[in-house]
């Protein structure tokens, strides 16, 4: 290498300033040098098909697996992002609410001294048991899918970037 060029993009508010230098790396000496302010808007207008923001797809899937839905926002998908953090939501209720109303059955079950009341609890402590368990299967299947679909839509991005240029 005989020659090396450096520089520098400063955010000045409502422009960017671009600066470079030509550098012989023998000598060390700066050969030529030069700076051009560039208004904000025309600058993201020109870079936004020349740069992209490198979405690591471990890194999404790994935001997805602390909360679901977290992937999508890094990913930037707000919308899918929180539709998923919205429905873990919603089946989370669902399980703690079935397993509240569960052991509430039970407590009725164990307490019953009639017959017919006590199986009438217990087929209703049975129906919220499998409410839950059906939460609990909805629940880590939308957790499995955040992660997943986060890492893919990662690497997405990436290879559309690739085959663009």
Do not use: C, H
């Not at 060029?5 to 960017?16: E, P, Q, S």
């Not at 012989?24 to 560039?38: D, F, K, M, R």
């Not at 052991?103 to 499998?130: H, I």
């Amino acid at each position: 290498v005989e020659f090396l060029i450096a520089g520098a993009v400063a955010d000045l508010g409502n422009r960017f300033l671009l600066a470079a230098r030509f550098i012989n790396v023998e000598t060390g000496n700066v050969l030529q040098s030069a700076s051009v302010e560039i208004p904000s808007n025309s600058f993201l207008s020109i870079s936004s098909g020349l740069v992209m923001i490198k979405k690591y797809p471990i890194t999404a899937a790994f935001r997805s697996m602390i909360l679901p839905g977290w992937g999508q926002f890094y990913n930037d998908k707000p919308k899918k992002g929180g539709i998923i953090l919205g429905s873990e939501l919603l089946i989370a209720v669902s399980s703690i609410s079935s397993y509240i109303l569960y052991k509430q059955s039970k407590t009725a079950y164990e307490r019953a001294t009639q017959r017919d009341l006590a199986s009438n609890k217990y087929v209703e402590m049975d129906q919220y048991a499998q409410i839950n368990w059906a939460s609990l299967g909805a629940l880590s299947s939308v957790w499995l899918y955040a992660i997943i679909d986060a890492y893919i839509d990662a690497r997405k991005q990436i290879k559309d970037f690739k085959s663009e240029k």
